[in-house]
């Protein structure tokens, strides 16, 4: 069993690497313009109307969610706008229940509202995009397999014009050109009656999507112009019965004002005419100048105006040279150096500022001019520069720093290879590189997907400087490259 276990992996290798060999070349020899490469225009219009399609739905998947959020924050704002009215409704005005009524009937409008929204537009709209990533897998795995048609097809031609033929070997390439052409033509056969009836598919969805999206709203603003002008019709009761009647008006009184309320008015000296109940009623209900301003008041500013973002790291310094010491090399950004900072003590300032006063008793002139010397000495007391120590770097790099690998790479990160040579992408899920690019490996979504000699990768410069897993991944064939990590 051990044997024959052995014998399946050595014949898998030796396939792989063939595959391998034979798609390289057939690259090579379609970039040079050396082979014939097949091409079925009708096909590439219908992938670049399939990737229009995919993102006008993503881009409308992204608008509808944004619109949730923003009823259920107005739902928010709503729901505590009536909680207020609750509040400053007092029991005893006419139409208390109904309010209370309103607020929970619009509370219930909105929640409503959001939960069709949801139903009717957003869980179709996942349902609707859902099956695009299968078929954009497909898509690029029948591109590998035209290549491998394409080539055993060259293969075959190539003995057929040879001066020597080899009978069994042109009957080898039959049989696997037959077998490359059966795999291509039925994903190309069952791609290209889906993705038209994809494409045409697209109007019923956007019909019926805006259509609920419309129905729903004409709806909810229709019950919602109920509730509103049945809490209309309170408020106006409630201002008739205001014009009729008189509410006593509740209000906390300081203890200054129970203290005056017990005391009995008497008249003043100058005989001025003791304040009646109700002109003291009258002139109570007024705003005090010091409930309305503050002294020294101001809306304070919020925590996150004050404070600043984050310090910027230094720019990167030069290695120093020979001539140069070590000791010499001062940074003036580095966190890590304390200046010793000489500077006067409280007693020498107490004693210039005694000196200063006993000058100012004596003449004003002698004052004006004791003062400007006094703050020239005092500011030229105080360091103009704050100095700081900066970590050598030998050979660009930090002396005492430690290395961190792997430590920025995306997830599932196998190894890293670098391109030996150009490869032209022909595919939407293919890499585009250049001799001397860098590729980080990473492992498929689903291992079954994985062709025979491709890899699927991310571009180091692309993810160091976008970080962009899902936008900057994509297969690429591995003859190309060489391991380097």
Known sequence: MAEMGKGVTAGKIASNMQKKLTRAQEKVLQKLGKADETKDEQFEQCVQNFNKQLFEGSKLQKDLRTYLASVKAMHEASKKLTECLQEVYEPEWPGREETN???????????????KLVDQALLTMDTYLGQFPDIKSRIAKRGRKLVDYDSARHHYESLQTAKKKDEVKIAKAEEELVKAQKVFEEMNIDLQEELPSLWNSRVGFYVNTFQSIAGLEENFHKEMSKLNQNLNDILVNLEKEHGTSTYPVK?????????????????????????????????????????????????PKSPSQLRKGPPVPPPPKLTPSKEMKQENIINLFDDNFVPEISVTTPSQSTEAAAAGAEAAGKEAGAEAAKTETDSGSASSSLPAVVVETFPATVNGTVEGGAPSERADMPPGFLFKV????????????????????????IPFDNPEEQDEGWLMGVKESDWLQHKEFDQCRGVFPENFTERVQ
């Open 101 to 115: 009524k309103v607020a929970e009937n619009n509370d219930l409008l909105w929640t409503d509202f959001h939960q």
């Open 251 to 299: 209000a906390q009184p300081s203890d200054s004002t129970s203290a005056k309320a017990n005391k009995t008015p008497s008249s003043p000296p100058d005989g001025t005419p003791v304040t009646s109940p109700e002109t003291k009623s009258s002139v109570n209900h007024e705003p005090e100048p010091s409930t309305l301003e503050t002294p020294g008041g101001g809306i």
């Open 418 to 441: 670098q391109a030996m040579h150009d490869y032209t992408a022909t595919d939407s899920d293919e890499l585009q590189l250049k001799t001397g690019d860098v590729v980080l490996v």
